[in-house]
């Protein structure tokens, strides 16, 4: 039976986003209510800690340098060789208590990413290659996973509080959505889908927040296997590695009581699973 170790010990609030570079073999994820991303190197045990000074919901590689990020104050570029932050553009300036939350590249290059706030009507946003923001799907409780099919024809999306992944079909050429239907409802005990990522072979790997799980779906939806975590606020996963074959999970301790943070003493940490399957090398940014 496949097992989750203890990687990391970080202590993230809310840890989140994990992203894999290959060419530098290093591990990169976001602490959004400790307002930084980290960077770390599992073959030298070093790593770094970037200060942003806002929310940092989700980060992505750009192919010309740096990153691109979706923040408390719109979608944004980062510099990496001033640390500077560039505003590219707020699509929710003035909505209250807005933020960007998880987001990712798709095959063609443009980078997605969804809000959350607290009137339920949060959205999903494509920022496309000349730098045109795209608002793609309205009505939104709080915007989660994404990931695409091997054969990039479906998207995977994540409406946490609905407890729904749902599924739509996508044209790789305009970067259009349509026929969005339920994939997989996850039931309450089992706790909230959150942040996700598919592997070579088309499964979907889905962390439960509140659910002390990340749970592998085959393409119809069924759950091929469990990998039960010692935290119950696990928020999303990426392969990394030189293979691609290891399962990096982020996790969180915030809104954890004393009591279940004691419980919890690895709430917040790295998880690592070697999963015997292999990912896929995530997209970058070509705007």
Same mark, same amino acid.
């Given at each position: 039976?496949?097992?989750?170790?203890?990687?990391?010990?970080?202590?993230?609030?809310?840890?989140?986003?994990?992203?894999?570079?290959?060419?530098?073999?290093?591990?990169?994820?976001?602490d959004?209510?400790?307002?930084?991303?980290?960077?770390?190197?599992?073959?030298?045990?070093? &790593?770094?800690?970037?200060?942003l000074?806002?929310?940092?919901?989700?980060?992505?590689?750009?192919?010309s &340098?740096?990153?691109?990020?979706?923040?408390?104050?719109?979608?944004a570029?980062?510099?990496?060789?001033t640390?500077?932050?560039?505003?590219?553009?707020?699509p929710?300036?003035?909505?209250?208590?807005?933020? /960007?939350?998880?987001?990712? =590249?798709?095959?063609?290059?443009?980078?997605?990413? %969804?809000?959350?706030?607290?009137?339920?009507?949060?959205?999903?946003?494509?920022?496309?290659l000349? %730098?045109?923001?795209?608002?793609?799907?309205? %009505?939104?409780?709080?915007?989660?996973?994404?990931?695409?099919?091997?054969?990039?024809?479906?998207?995977?999306?994540?409406?946490?509080?609905?407890? =729904?992944?749902?599924?739509?079909?996508?044209?790789?050429?305009? %970067?259009?959505?349509?026929?969005?239907?339920?994939?997989?409802?996850?039931?309450?005990?089992?706790? /909230?889908?959150?942040?996700?990522?598919?592997?070579?072979?088309?499964?979907?790997?889905?962390a439960?927040?509140?659910?002390?799980?990340?749970?592998?779906?085959?393409?119809?939806?069924?759950?091929?296997?469990?990998i039960?975590?010692?935290?119950?606020?696990?928020?999303?996963?990426?392969?990394?590695?030189?293979?691609?074959?290891?399962?990096?999970?982020?996790?969180?301790w915030?809104g954890l009581?004393?009591?279940?943070?004691?419980?919890?003493?690895?709430?917040?940490?790295?998880?690592?699973?070697?999963?015997?399957?292999? &990912?896929?090398k995530?997209?970058?940014?070509?705007?």
């Amino acid at each position: 039976m496949v097992q989750a170790e203890h990687f990391l010990s970080v202590q993230n609030q809310l840890g989140e986003g994990p992203l894999w570079h290959p060419e530098e073999e290093l591990l990169y994820w976001v602490d959004i209510e400790g307002e930084c991303f980290h960077r770390y190197s599992p073959e030298t045990g070093r &790593g770094d800690t970037f200060q942003l000074g806002q929310p940092v919901g989700c980060l992505a590689f750009r192919k010309s &340098g740096g990153l691109v990020m979706g923040l408390r104050d719109g979608l944004a570029f980062w510099d990496q060789k001033t640390s500077n932050i560039e505003i590219i553009d707020n699509p929710e300036a003035g909505r209250l208590n807005s933020r /960007f939350n998880d987001g990712k =590249v798709d095959p063609r290059g443009r980078f997605w990413a %969804g809000t959350l706030g607290e009137d339920d009507q949060s959205c999903l946003y494509k920022l496309d290659l000349d %730098g045109s923001v795209q608002t793609m799907e309205t %009505g939104i409780q709080i915007s989660n996973g994404l990931g695409w099919s091997p054969d990039f024809k479906t998207m995977y999306y994540t409406d946490s509080p609905l407890r =729904v992944i749902c599924v739509y079909d996508f044209d790789l050429k305009s %970067g259009s959505i349509n026929n969005r239907r339920d994939f997989v409802k996850v039931p309450p005990e089992d706790g /909230f889908p959150d942040g996700l990522t598919v592997d070579s072979e088309g499964f979907i790997w889905s962390a439960h927040w509140d659910g002390w799980r990340v749970t592998r779906y085959d393409p119809d939806g069924k759950i091929e296997r469990v990998i039960y975590l010692p935290v119950q606020r696990p928020t999303s996963c990426a392969f990394g590695g030189p293979d691609l074959d290891q399962l990096f999970i982020t996790s969180a301790w915030t809104g954890l009581s004393e009591t279940e943070r004691q419980e919890q003493p690895l709430a917040g940490d790295l998880f690592l699973v070697h999963a015997e399957v292999k &990912g896929r090398k995530e997209y970058d940014f070509l705007g």
